[in-house]
């Protein structure tokens, strides 16, 4: 029941109400994001939503716009000179991600769930589907993440989410809610640059 219908009507009240209270802090990123380098202020990619069905997520641009949109951070040749001043702020605080409540809104994403993977990135897809965790829909953050975010090895990751696909509970997501906000308060497993 929860699955079902609660965690839906949970994740359309509070994206509604964090569009609507975070307004004037999106208003502010943006245009710190115009002042610091040119191109866009949100940058879309394609990723793997439920089913391995593919959706384009939002995120304020960090990087610089000609760098190329379907690497992963890690794989790009000296990837600290690709992010911007104001992009290595947003990714350290994850207020990069805050244009993916939009996501959750209209129904492509959840606030927790699995991160969505990059559509190329083949091993940890893969992995995922060992464990089920394509048969739920992504989210904002998950149980990954609270457990080492990009410090962790892609079939320890892989794990994780299966897991939490297993038993979607609130209490679970409600954990999972609380230690995000204590890890990103803490900058907690995350990683800039070649691991």
């Known amino acids: 029941m929860y699955n079902k219908f609660f965690k839906r009507l949970i994740d359309i009240v ?52 000609d760098v190329p949109k379907d690497v992963p951070t890690h794989l790009l040749a000296d990837p600290e000179s690709k992010i911007t001043k104001i992009g290595r702020f947003l990714r350290k605080s994850s207020l990069d991600e805050l244009p993916q409540i939009w996501n959750i809104l209209v129904g492509e ?35 990954a993440q609270i457990m080492g975010r990009d410090e962790l ?13 297993k038993n979607i509970t609130f209490v679970n997501d409600v954990k999972i809610f609380f230690g995000t906000i204590t890890s990103v308060l803490g900058a907690k497993g995350v990683k800039e640059g070649k691991q």
Request: hydrophobic share 45%; charged share 25%.
């Open 14 to 65: 509070l994206s509604a109400i964090g569009l609507l209270v975070l307004s004037p802090v999106l208003l502010v990123i943006a245009i710190a994001i115009k002042l610091d380098s040119k191109g866009p202020v949100l940058f879309k990619q394609k990723r793997v939503a439920k089913g391995k069905e593919h959706f384009q997520i939002l995120k304020f641009r960090t990087m610089y716009a």
């Open 109 to 143: 994403m959840r606030i927790i769930g699995p991160r969505p993977a990059l559509w190329n990135q083949f091993d940890l897809i893969e992995e995922r589907d060992r464990y089920g965790a394509n048969d739920v829909r992504p989210g904002l953050t998950g149980l």
């Open 153 to 165: 090895p892609i079939d320890v990751k892989a794990k994780y989410d299966g897991d939490y696909a």
